[in-house]
């Protein structure tokens, strides 16, 4: 199972900090997508870490913005989020896949419930 944290109403140009956390397994194995997703629009990757915590992906949209970490021995991944926009306004979801990381949620076989994530003023 995993459950994301940290979602929340922040004014444009505020920060958030997202959370994974897994229960039932460990993240040590698997690759973890952010991915988001806003009414009327389909899902979006956002980041992405490798299980090897070498490879990471960012949606031109959020790079130098957003930054994902991994702590295995908490094991969570988190999504740092910072300069917040009105247009990062959406549902956020962390999954996860043992394969090879990709931005594709298509690829991904476990998910958690989602985290609303809001910015406006």
């Known amino acids: 199972q995993l459950v994301e944290s940290g979602g929340g109403l922040v004014q444009p140009g505020g920060s958030l900090r997202l959370s994974c956390a897994a229960s039932?397994?460990?993240?040590?194995?698997?690759?973890i997508g952010w991915f988001r997703q806003a009414p009327g629009k389909e899902c979006e990757g956002v980041s992405c870490?490798?299980?090897?915590?070498?490879?990471?992906y960012y949606s031109d949209s959020v790079k130098g913005r957003f930054t994902i970490s991994r702590d295995n021995a908490k094991n969570t991944v988190y999504l740092q989020m910072n300069s917040l926009k009105p247009e990062d306004t959406a549902v956020y979801y962390c999954?996860?896949?043992?394969?090879?990381?990709?931005?594709?949620?298509?690829?991904?076989?476990?998910w958690g419930q989602g985290t609303q994530v809001t910015v406006s003023s």
């Open positions: 870490i490798s299980s090897s915590d070498i490879t990471t």
């Open positions: 999954a996860a896949r043992t394969s090879i990381v990709t931005m594709d949620y298509r690829e991904y076989d476990y």
């Open positions: 039932g397994f460990t993240l040590d194995y698997f690759a």
